[in-house]
């Protein structure tokens, strides 16, 4: 703890002679090693705390300044060691500043009387007109915030998240705000009730108001130019620049917004991008990307999401106001100029290409194309499974992830194939059974929720749903008999069964995906009984039960496989001989091969001729040719094209070595 002293007639005597003032010079408390030299043309109100001024900053062009304050009017503050600030030309105001900050050129930073710095402020997510509120606060979480908003059928479970959450703002709130140490607020205009980290850089931003910036020295945050933020979060590793305009919004983890801009009522989560466009009530879960001036994100649920240039979505269906919804599940995307009318839900890792003014619903259909043709929606089935795209996306997203903060807040499984997603094609195998079965096999079209799926794009899309199904299980299954060191020890059909028998019974019912977190719903609807009933009263329980689900994915995802492998192909996991495990994993190495074999011919379309058009725009055939390659090389070097060719030897000899070590038995 910090000791501090009242100020000497002789100190008092130096501040005045350079300029300094105070309406109490009583009230003025110092470190012993406190240079009244350091102070020039400073006025104090109400209780001072002053550290030591020793440190010299240096600024960029290589420009010194020395720790020290001038030009400022301080109103009870405390100023750590080794701070400089100066050229304050209104005031600062009930702040604790710590050491190492620098504060330059700044009109305003106050905190005015009780506030609780954007915890407790209600977004609006999904239905402007109200209904999902999420309640902001430092802790909230992607998972935590999708069960307030989705599960309102749960009057009880909201009631008491709001207590919970309630308690933990109350216990933030405060009349006094805090900078922490080595920040760097400069050229700032206003600055009122918010609570910045440590290490943070404020640099010209024209407003902040009502808001917490989390920042960290191991992750810190950047507010830039123009920026206006008000009722608002900003978590570790994000940075809010060049213009962008956040209203009752929160900024999770690692996320990126620039470029003017701006976003009212809405949830960003970790590794959130937005830039030029206009997002407005939207439920933004981890990986939401959107770059593009033209395009609106409106009362909508993204994830993994990339909005292709003019995507558009309207929450106005009828007359009674903007009350309606959609959502675009994990992975989907949407191509330029696309149009969605709420409600509407498509499928995870779906593509939405064209205008769909029918509320469609292909949730039990994904990895699928839905678009538009003659003002009628198509839908192709599972054929996104084959798309370049979609894998290369899969590999970027573990890669892109930006977090630095040692404390996650959000819980993310990158994984495309899961019992989420293959629930759902295990569903959409049925549905597409049935159309075909109730439509006849030579229709030429099948209808199904305001969407239409051609004969052939359903012949595929069962096989593409059948390539995956197999695909999934063999994973599960080589994943449960090999080693931690990638050998297969077992020597008798009793060692082998007994790797199958399950860890736990939990993940053999439905599965969800909780805005990045893959989990059993039992273990979701467990956590909101505890909730509702009293058993969960934290903000701490709620996350580490979340830390628990995603710890167990793996032990869950193979209970489900266990028990669906008995009814997809008849054999019983328990008394599994080695033959039908062999069976298995042949059918596994043909659906890996099959599907990597057709994303490599999906890859070669990049560099087919007509992909070379622009290239060599001044030569011949052979120099456009030439041309294409110094830029983008040849499709054999591509790294992409490499590593499928090297996932398919990878797998092709991860197979035959279980199969080997089977075959001993």
């Not at 703890?1 to 002679?17: D, G, H, N, P, Q």
């Not at 994000?238 to 983890?253: E, K, Y």
């Amino acid at each position: 703890m910090k000791t501090y002293r009242k100020l000497s007639s002789e100190e008092i005597a130096i501040l005045v002679s350079r300029g300094c003032s105070a309406q109490q010079w009583d009230r003025v408390q110092v470190t012993d090693d406190f240079d009244p030299l350091r102070l020039r043309r400073v006025s104090f109100s109400g209780d001072i705390r002053l550290g030591a001024f020793r440190k010299e900053f240096t600024l960029p062009g290589g420009m010194i300044l020395q720790a020290g304050i001038s030009d400022a009017t301080l109103h009870n503050v405390t100023v750590g060691d080794d701070c400089c600030i100066r050229s304050v030309r209104r005031y600062i105001a009930n702040y604790d500043i710590g050491e190492g900050t620098l504060i330059d050129s700044v009109e305003l930073i106050l905190v005015d009387g009780p506030t609780t710095f954007g915890n407790g402020v209600k977004v609006s997510v999904l239905n402007e007109a109200g209904g999902r509120e999420v309640i902001m606060h430092d802790r909230l979480s992607s998972h935590q915030a999708y069960m307030l908003a989705i599960y309102r059928h749960r009057p009880e479970f909201v009631a008491k998240m709001a207590e919970i959450i309630g308690a933990y703002v109350d216990s933030v709130r405060s009349d006094r705000g805090v900078i922490g140490k080595g920040v760097s607020i400069t050229g700032v205009a206003e600055i009122r009730n918010v609570r910045i980290g440590d290490a943070c850089t404020i640099s010209g931003a024209s407003l902040l108001s009502n808001g917490s910036i989390h920042s960290k020295k191991e992750a810190p945050v950047v507010i830039g130019q123009d920026v206006i933020c008000e009722d608002f979060i900003i978590c570790s590793n994000s940075s809010v620049t060049d213009g962008a305009m956040l209203t009752r919004c929160f900024v999770g983890q690692a996320c990126r917004f620039g470029h003017a801009y701006s976003a009212s009522d809405s949830l960003f989560f970790c590794n959130c991008q937005g830039e030029n466009g206009e997002a407005c009530a939207i439920f933004a879960g981890p990986f939401t990307v959107t770059h593009h001036k033209s395009t609106l994100l409106i009362a909508g649920m993204f994830s993994f999401m990339n909005a292709g240039s003019g995507s558009n979505q309207s929450n106005h269906m009828y007359k009674l106001g903007p009350i309606h919804q959609g959502t675009l599940e994990r992975g989907a995307k949407t191509s330029s100029d696309s149009y969605i009318l709420w409600p509407s839900r498509v499928g995870a890792f779906s593509l939405v290409m064209g205008r769909h003014v029918t509320h469609s619903d292909t949730t039990n259909l994904p990895f699928s194309y839905l678009i538009e043709k003659g003002e009628t929606s198509y839908l192709a089935p599972g054929v996104n499974l084959r798309s370049v795209g979609t894998i290369r996306d899969a590999k970027k997203w573990p890669k892109r992830d930006g977090r630095t903060d040692p404390e996650r807040l959000d819980f993310i499984n990158f994984n495309l194939l899961s019992p989420f997603t293959i629930q759902k094609m295990l569903k959409g195998l049925k549905t597409l059974e049935n159309l075909r079965y109730a439509s006849g096999e030579l229709s030429d079209v099948y209808s199904f929720h305001s969407v239409k799926i051609t004969n052939s794009s359903l012949k595929k899309g069962l096989d593409f749903y059948r390539i995956a199904v197999d695909k999934f299980m063999g994973n599960s299954l080589l994943s449960r008999l090999q080693e931690a060191d990638g050998s297969f020890s077992f020597s008798s059909d009793a060692q082998m069964r007994a790797k199958l028998r399950p860890d736990t019974p939990v993940g053999s019912g439905e599965w969800v995906d909780v805005s990045g977190l893959i989990a059993p719903k039992s273990e979701i609807d467990a956590l909101m009984t505890g909730i509702e009933k009293g058993s969960v009263t934290s903000l701490e329980e709620i996350h580490a039960a979340f830390a628990e689900m995603a710890a167990h994915y793996y032990s869950y995802e193979w209970t489900w496989a266990f028990q669906h492998i008995s009814q997809i192909y008849g054999v019983n996991p328990s008394k599994m001989t080695p033959e039908e495990a062999i069976s298995l994993i042949e059918r596994w190495k043909e659906a890996v091969v099959g599907l990597d074999k057709m994303v490599y011919e999906d890859a070669r379309k990049e560099f087919n001729l007509a992909a070379k058009t622009g290239f060599g725009a001044d030569g011949d055939r052979l120099q456009k040719e030439s041309d294409f390659e110094q830029v983008r090389g040849d499709f054999e070097s591509n790294d992409f094209v490499r590593s499928v060719l090297e996932h398919i030897r990878v797998k092709s000899e991860l197979g035959d070595r279980a199969i080997a070590a089977l075959k001993k038995l």
